[in-house]
């Protein structure tokens, strides 16, 4: 069965930090280009930043370019998404993304930045 569970999410100030994590079970992790994608209230879905399987390239939403970081452990099949110098405006559900063929998403997490 495959699993993809994010955590990490909460309440932070802006200008705070956040790490988010997805641990992936049920496919062969390392095949799949990884993703995190995010849908604030009264909007469509976005991709924020994705990796390739060998952490070769990274890609980012220019709304997020120097300040959001993704990286994985193809050992520990997990993906990461380091989140510093949060604003208000990056509140959304964070959703983790796994395509090679098909597709498989997680549950999402909440990210509200706020003071």
């Known amino acids: 069965q495959v699993q993809l569970v994010e955590s990490g999410g909460g309440l932070v100030q802006p200008g705070g930090s956040l790490r988010l994590s997805c641990a992936a079970s049920?496919?062969?992790?390392?095949?799949?280009?990884m993703a995190w994608y995010r849908q604030a209230p009264g909007k469509e879905r976005e991709l924020v930043a994705a990796i390739t399987r060998t952490s070769g390239t990274t890609t980012y939403a220019d709304s997020v370019k120097g300040r959001f970081s993704i990286s994985r452990d193809n050992a520990k099949n997990t993906v990461f998404l380091q989140m510093n110098s949060l604003k208000p405006e990056d509140t959304a559900v964070y959703y983790c993304?796994?395509?090679?063929?098909?597709?498989?998403w997680g549950q999402g997490t909440q990210v509200t930045v706020s003071s």
């Open positions: 049920g496919f062969t992790f390392s095949n799949y280009v």
């Open positions: 993304y796994a395509g090679y063929g098909v597709e498989y």
